[in-house]
């Protein structure tokens, strides 16, 4: 268990409906990242943050925004979910940008 | 993006028999990982490789980071019913992990 909780672990919203998932640490580690997995494309980074209110984007980003203002906390928010957004999404976090990553357990997010 | 290419993407063998897979690329890397998934569950890392030409034991997986640093395998000897699940690699072209590249995952399935 690597101390990550990810809230909910599933969720089905309608189209054009705000969603935000939580991933919670209790490691105090300084990297978080959100990924997502699809068949056929493997885990794919959304944003990552390298300590509080520092974020960047990563490979598939367009239609995310993240924020982290604790810590210990790394919110993914779909101002606007659209169908192609029903994925799992995974959190993820390292001590330092050299070190292991440790993903939390997901998040099935379903849009209709 | 950078691409990761994986195979097989998936394999059917029996308990006891040895399992090989790999991931190749065209662009050169300097980080290759190599995670296991349990269904439900978010990736676990198995082997992490840093320098071209290494290579790393985990037990009963071995894995390479190919001299010309694009390419990686992972082997399984022996392999046991817990070896089920799916397999990704994973580089960075820094030595961090801040923007991993995922392949798209080799699936083992073990048949009775």
């Known amino acids: 268990d690597a101390g990550i909780t990810q809230s909910p672990r599933h969720k089905v919203t309608e189209t054009g409906t705000p969603v935000t998932l939580r991933c919670h640490q209790t490691?105090?580690?300084?990297?978080m990242y959100w990924y997502r997995q699809d068949p056929g494309h493997g885990l794919r980074l959304i944003h990552y943050?390298?300590?509080?209110?520092?974020?960047d984007k990563g490979e598939v980003s367009d239609g995310y925004s993240v924020s982290r203002s604790k810590t210990e906390d790394f919110l993914l928010t779909l101002e606007s979910a659209t169908s192609s957004q029903t994925s799992v999404y995974f959190c993820?976090?390292?001590?330092?940008?050299?070190?292991?990553?440790?993903f939390g357990e997901g998040s099935w997010l379903t849009v209709v | 993006g950078q691409q990761l290419n994986q195979s097989p993407q998936s394999m059917f063998i029996q308990e006891g028999e040895d399992v090989s897979m790999n991931c190749t690329s065209s662009?050169?890397?300097?980080?290759w990982l190599w995670y296991k998934q349990d269904p439900g569950e978010g990736p676990v890392l198995l082997i992490a490789?840093?320098?071209?030409?290494e290579l790393t034991s985990n037990g009963r997986l071995t894995a390479q980071f190919g001299i010309t640093r694009k390419d990686s395998f992972l082997n399984i000897s022996a392999s046991i019913p817990s070896d089920v699940g799916i397999y990704f690699c994973?580089?960075?072209?820094?030595?961090?992990?801040?923007?991993?590249?995922f392949g798209t995952g080799t699936r083992l399935t073990i048949i009775p």
């Open positions: 993820a976090i390292s001590p330092s940008s050299g070190n292991t990553i440790y």
């Open positions: 943050s390298y300590g509080v209110k520092d974020t």
């Open positions: 490691e105090n580690h300084r990297y």
């Open positions: 490789l840093y320098k071209a030409g």
């Open positions: 994973a580089s960075s072209r820094g030595f961090g992990n801040e923007k991993l590249t």
């Open positions: 662009s050169i890397f300097n980080t």
